[in-house]
């Protein structure tokens, strides 16, 4: 029993150790200026979904017979072996599961609010209007104070019901714009997803970098799809009017924290700019994606432990 659990976290310590340099190369690569921001948050997805997807177990089942020279990697397999016994296994075990189950906690806790929140506005009866955009359900609700977007797999918009007053129709086309793009690209899905990789794997710092990363980059390549529709200077007006703080309607805290960065972005070159930087940027990546895979399959394919 112990042999089959230690060959088992031997493949994970293997498959965490090279998504962990796939992560840190996915940091520095993102960090060049030049390629698009819609290209970086792929990345990042990429990124998260490699974390959690063992893609080298599937090769190692197909091909193990093929692989002859592959090979363990004993700076991991003797740690392993010993971690996987006695009373360190036991102190690890209940440490993941505390945290997992505490992350599990907040993360239905969220999910529940929101989805209170969504069938809140709904359901209310003192909704003023209501109405499509891009085959997006929009509606109007006092309850929200910022533009959100509520749901998972039917995704809608939620507006504050003054936020006619507090902008023009340029700048709220400009908004919904925005909007639109997180809803039509189901970025709720996708965070979903990442917050449970979240809840598995809560202990390695970059699972949490890559959902700051992401975030940030939702941010701007759903802005991408403002300039790319000639509404950039409009949204540029209506984030300053949204986050006057004298107002008493504010941007959501992730937007908000991510003005500055979004606001050069939107006064910055125009997009044609960084087609050839984002398919450099892609290509790399997949190199390295590729490596990742290729090097935790060198070291997990005969899948053994070196007892010590």
């Known amino acids: 029993m112990h042999e089959h659990i230690a060959r088992a976290m031997y493949y994970f310590s293997v498959h965490l150790l090279y998504a962990s340099i796939v992560g840190a190369v996915a940091w520095v690569l993102t960090s060049f200026r030049g390629a698009s921001a819609t290209t970086k948050y792929w990345m990042w997805v990429v990124t998260v979904f490699y974390f959690i997807v063992p893609v080298g177990a599937g090769i190692d089942k197909l091909w193990t017979p093929h692989l002859a020279w592959a090979a363990p990697f004993g700076a991991i397999g003797g740690p392993v072996w010993d971690m996987t016994q006695g009373r360190t296994a036991v102190v690890l075990a ?22 209170c929140e969504v069938q809140v506005s709904v359901d209310c009866h003192d909704v003023p209007s209501s109405f499509v955009a891009d085959g997006i359900p929009v509606s109007f609700d006092s309850r929200h104070e910022a533009p959100a977007v509520g749901g998972v797999l039917y995704p809608r918009i939620l507006l504050p019901t003054r936020i006619d007053r507090l902008l023009n129709r340029q700048e709220l086309n400009a908004v919904l714009l925005h909007e639109v793009a997180h809803a039509k690209r189901r970025d709720n899905l996708i965070r979903l997803l990442y917050e449970v990789s979240l809840c598995a794997l809560w202990f390695h710092p970059l ?58 972005r939107l006064t910055g070159p125009p997009l044609s700019a960084h087609y050839a930087p984002s398919l450099l940027l892609t290509s790399l990546f997949a190199v390295v994606i590729v490596s990742g895979i290729f090097g935790t399959v060198a070291h997990t394919a005969c899948c053994f432990i070196l007892k010590r």
Do not use: N
């Open 207 to 264: 699972i949490w970098l890559a959902g700051m990363r992401m975030a940030l980059y939702r941010e701007l390549s759903c802005d991408e799809a403002v300039i790319q529709r000639a509404q950039g200077q409009a949204l540029v007006r209506a984030l300053a009017k949204l986050a006057v703080p004298e107002e008493t309607m504010f941007l959501q805290a992730t937007a908000s924290s991510h003005l500055s960065h979004r606001l050069t």
């Open 94 to 115: 209940v440490t993941w599961i505390t945290g997992a189950l505490t992350m599990f906690v907040r993360l239905i806790g969220r999910l529940r609010r929101e989805h």
